[in-house]
């Protein structure tokens, strides 16, 4: 098992289109939050917190970088287990590791694809953020201790992670489904618009109906949103593995 997980997370990981879906996420928050970036750079400062800390929160929890997400960590691996069943190379697969190790491996490869896509794209936003805002200081003398940002700075990785997998799991139970690998990357960014836009005219008060109100700790806290990710994944990961065993059933 241990073998099978690893060659999925070198062929999902280490890819051309895996860094390309990095290089989307952080163009997306660097252009899209460029309006706050420039403000905090003209006030000098700000009393919320010190500019590194406000700067890497503008860009991980923008609404335009949440919007990105769900087209981006699907680049990687999300089409893949719809090719591999088309080319009936997952037929071989099956005979031999086994089918049951086959599913998790593939669920296993869209987790880790997804995960450590939108980490490492937070982590080069961390990075950016400390060298281009590290000056900034807070405006106030009561602002929050360093101690407070640097844990909600290390919380913000394991929700990434989950909502990385979340989409690309997504993407790969839409690809399955729909017996067509192109859907694996339109299909999450279109229900995560169609469930922000549903709730917001219909059901403002209901929050939790929205994806980016638990992807980011915009009015839920980070407890809420990474438990709430943690059940979807869990939910969606074996709805995929299903999905896929029935495809595989009928090859």
């Known amino acids: 098992m241990r073998h099978i997980i690893a ?3 070198k062929n999902s990981v280490w ?5 390309a879906g990095v290089l ?9 939050e460029q309006l706050y970036l420039q403000f905090l750079i003209d006030a000098g400062g700000s009393q ?20 990105f997400v769900p087209i981006a960590v699907t680049f990687a691996a ?14 071989f697969s099956c005979v031999r590791s086994g089918k049951k190790k086959y599913l998790v491996g593939k669920a296993a490869g869209l987790i880790l694809s997804g995960g450590f896509m939108l980490c490492f794209a937070m982590l080069l936003m961390l990075g950016i953020s400390c060298i281009g805002f590290g000056q900034f200081p807070i405006l106030s003398d009561h602002g929050p201790a360093f101690s407070e940002l640097l844990l909600k700075v290390l919380v913000s990785f394991p929700r990434g992670f989950l909502n990385g997998a979340l989409w690309a799991m997504v993407g790969g139970l839409a690809a ?12 999450p960014f279109i229900l995560y618009y169609v469930l922000s836009v549903f709730q917001e005219r219909y ?4 929050f939790f ?26 939910f969606t990961g074996l709805l995929f593995m299903w999905a896929l065993k029935r495809r595989l059933d009928y090859a």
């Open 203 to 206: 059901y403002r008060a209901l």
């Open 15 to 19: 890819n051309v289109r895996f860094f």
């Open 24 to 32: 989307l996420i952080l163009a997306a928050a660097l252009i899209s």
């Open 78 to 91: 999300g089409g893949d287990a719809e090719m591999e069943v088309r080319s009936r190379f997952a037929l």
């Open 48 to 67: 919320e917190g010190p500019g590194w800390f406000l700067a890497y929160s503008f860009c991980s929890n923008g609404t335009n970088t949440l919007l």
């Open 176 to 187: 399955v489904v729909t017996r067509n690998r192109y859907l694996a990357y339109a299909v």
């Open 209 to 234: 109906l929205n994806p980016r109100y638990w992807m980011a700790p915009v009015y839920y806290s980070d407890l809420f949103c990474i438990v709430a990710l943690l059940i979807l994944c869990v």
């Open 7 to 9: 060659v999925e997370f």
